[in-house]
C-alpha cells in the first residue's frame, strides 16, 4: 500500500513539473518567437511534425544519432518513465548503445496541438522485440514538445510515461 502511494505520488509530481515546464515553454515561445498565423503555415507545420515524430520511430531502430542530432533542441530533456532525466547528448548516447532488437515499433493516436511556434505531440508507442534473451512488449504514453527555430521545428522536452499491460492490442 505505501509503495503503491509513493509510486503514485511520483507520478503526480512528474506530472506536474512536466505540466509547468511545457507552460513556461508555451509562454516563452509566445513571448519571444515570432508567431505564425496563417491556416496554411499552421498546416503546413502541423504536417511537418507528424512526418518528424515517425521519423523518430526509424531513426530510432536505425540509430540514427545524425537525425537525434539535427532534431533534439540543445536544451533537450527527456524524463524517462523512471523519473531519470536525460541530456541531448545522453540520449543519442542511449541510442548508440541500445542492443536491443526491435520487431515492432507502431505510434498510435498520435495527436499535434499547435500553438504557433510551439507544438504539443501526444503518441503512444508500442514496442515489441528483444534485449539480450528477453523478449519485450512495451507501450508507453509520450509526449513531446516542439519550438520553431530558425524556421526548423526541435524537439525540446519529451515525457515518456510507463503504460499499464493489457490486453488491448489496438494501442
Request: aromatic fraction near 10%; include cysteine.
Amino acid at each position: 500500500m505505501l509503495e503503491s502511494l509513493v509510486t503514485e505520488t511520483r507520478y503526480l509530481r512528474t506530472c506536474f513539473v512536466f505540466a509547468l515546464i511545457i507552460s513556461v515553454l508555451i509562454g516563452s515561445c509566445a513571448k519571444h518567437e515570432k508567431v505564425e498565423t496563417t491556416v496554411n503555415a499552421s498546416r503546413q507545420d502541423e504536417e511537418a511534425i507528424r512526418k518528424l515524430s515517425f521519423e523518430w520511430i526509424t531513426a530510432a531502430n536505425e540509430k540514427n544519432t545524425v537525425w537525434f542530432d539535427s532534431v533534439l533542441a540543445d536544451e533537450y530533456q527527456m524524463i524517462h518513465s523512471k523519473g531519470t532525466i536525460h541530456t541531448k547528448e545522453q540520449e543519442i548516447q542511449e541510442v548508440k548503445s541500445d542492443t536491443s532488437l526491435t520487431v515492432y515499433d507502431r505510434l498510435n493516436n498520435l495527436t499535434v496541438h499547435m500553438y504557433g511556434a510551439t507544438a504539443v505531440v501526444t503518441s503512444i508507442e508500442h514496442l515489441k522485440g528483444v534485449t539480450g534473451n528477453v523478449p519485450f512488449d512495451l507501450k508507453y504514453f509520450y509526449t513531446d514538445v516542439y519550438i520553431k527555430r530558425d524556421g526548423r521545428w526541435r524537439v525540446v522536452i519529451t515525457q515518456a510515461t510507463r503504460l499499464p499491460d493489457t490486453e488491448d492490442s489496438s494501442i
